[in-house]
């Protein structure tokens, strides 16, 4: 699909009617996720509809527990809603009919409004684990939509990085890799491909975009591990192939989810798709973010970042030297083409369709020490965070 063809499709979907009204019955899915845990706990605060949860089952523990456990003790405190404590469903994206129950997928069908799709398999190396839950997940929840007596609006969180190895630019929601090899990995070129299926089901849909999502404010160390986990690593090294320049397009999860229920409960939205995004004006340089570092860790000589262009063969065997070294920087491989892309996702279209009132993107200076403090112990006691600067 072209950008005249992806415009009209947004064009011809536009609504004059709220999707999330106060009784709306939502489905989520990936309501123990990162963004999806953290909309089930803002929809306990004020929504008066039912809310399902589809949540895989796992050893040891059942659905309902599991969910429990993410929402936490914050939600536990909270008034219940007129629609009751969300329901946690024992299901699974990569199954037929979500692998829900007969009850369930009845309860489903009859009673379901909105589906807010959040599962995604997030791996930059499982790739045939991305294309099963993010390319089939989305075949297996169409078929579930349309099924659906209410005929619900799908919300599918995507990721602002289906532009793909865009580099130096400013990208709009028109702006997606067309190419199968224009992609870093099979999680971006498996999101895409997951749009593409939901666009060509016909079904009403709204597409939303996040950029790089940290999870602010919240005690967990697997949520922080789970994006930051290379920036101590980075203290095994003087020096690394990374554009002190480029841009960094970086949002905490509340933003995020207050984004996406302004979006959900507009009275008109002009478009099907918009970025949560930093955007220009608030993304951080790399060269920012690497003093914060050095000051965090009390390193003893700056971290040197190069442009990869200046990071020729010689100055990689002066710069990763060592066993640990090599075996260190294999596992960064992954991450340092994101770094630099210097690329910023445009957040016109959110800013319009919420009149200007767009909250304030905190820097992520503000909030990174809280989230370095909640992964540096675990890896310092693991033994995997290099001491020779960090301790």
Not at 25 to 42: H, K, S, W, Y
Not at 102 to 122: I, K, N, P, R
Request: hydrophobic content about 40%; some cysteine; overall charge positive.
């Amino acid at each position: 699909m072209d950008e005249r063809q992806i415009e009209a499709h947004g064009r011809r979907d536009r609504t004059d009617t709220l999707m999330l009204h106060a009784d709306a019955n939502i489905l989520v899915t990936g309501a123990t996720g990162l963004i999806g845990g953290e909309f089930v706990r803002r929809l306990i605060r004020e929504h008066a509809g039912k809310v399902y949860c589809l949540v895989r089952p796992r050893a040891g523990a059942d659905p309902g527990q599991r969910l429990a456990g993410r929402l936490g003790s914050d939600s536990g405190g909270d008034e219940p809603r007129a629609g009751g404590r969300p329901t946690a469903l024992a299901g699974d994206v990569t199954a037929e009919r979500l692998g829900l129950s007969d009850d369930d997928f009845g309860l489903v069908t009859e009673s379901v409004d909105v589906v807010l799709h959040c599962a995604s398999e997030l791996s930059f190396i499982r790739e045939e684990s991305c294309r099963r839950t993010n390319i089939a997940g989305m075949r297996n929840l169409i078929d579930l939509v349309r099924r659906c007596r209410r005929s619900p609006r799908i919300v599918h969180v995507s990721t602002a990085t289906v532009c793909g190895t865009a580099v130096n630019r400013d990208v709009l929601e028109s702006d997606v890799a067309r190419d199968v090899d224009a992609h870093h990995n099979e999680y971006t070129r498996s999101k895409l491909a997951a749009e593409q299926v939901l666009r060509a089901s016909g079904l009403p849909a709204l597409v939303i975009r996040p950029s790089i999502v940290l999870s602010a404010e919240l005690p967990s160390a697997d949520f922080a591990r789970a994006i930051l986990w290379f920036l101590p690593l980075l203290n095994a090294f003087d020096a690394v192939p990374v554009d002190p320049d480029a841009r960094v397009d970086v949002v905490p999860v509340a933003f995020v989810v207050n984004a996406m229920l302004a979006l959900m409960r507009a009275e008109r939205l002009e478009h099907d798709c918009y970025h949560v995004s930093a955007g220009r004006s608030a993304a951080m340089r790399c060269g920012q973010v690497a003093a914060f570092l050095d000051r965090y860790y009390r390193r003893t000589s700056p971290l040197r970042l190069l442009p990869p262009a200046q990071w020729t063969a010689a100055k990689h065997r002066r710069y990763v030297d060592t066993p640990e070294r090599r075996r260190i920087f294999g596992t960064l491989r992954h991450y340092l083409p994101f770094l630099n892309m210097n690329v910023t996702y445009d957040n016109s279209r959110l800013r319009t369709a919420l009149n200007g009132a767009l909250p304030p993107v905190r820097p992520v200076t503000d909030y990174l020490p809280g989230l370095l403090d909640l992964i540096t112990p675990a890896l310092q006691a693991a033994g995997t965070l290099p001491c020779r600067q960090a301790c």
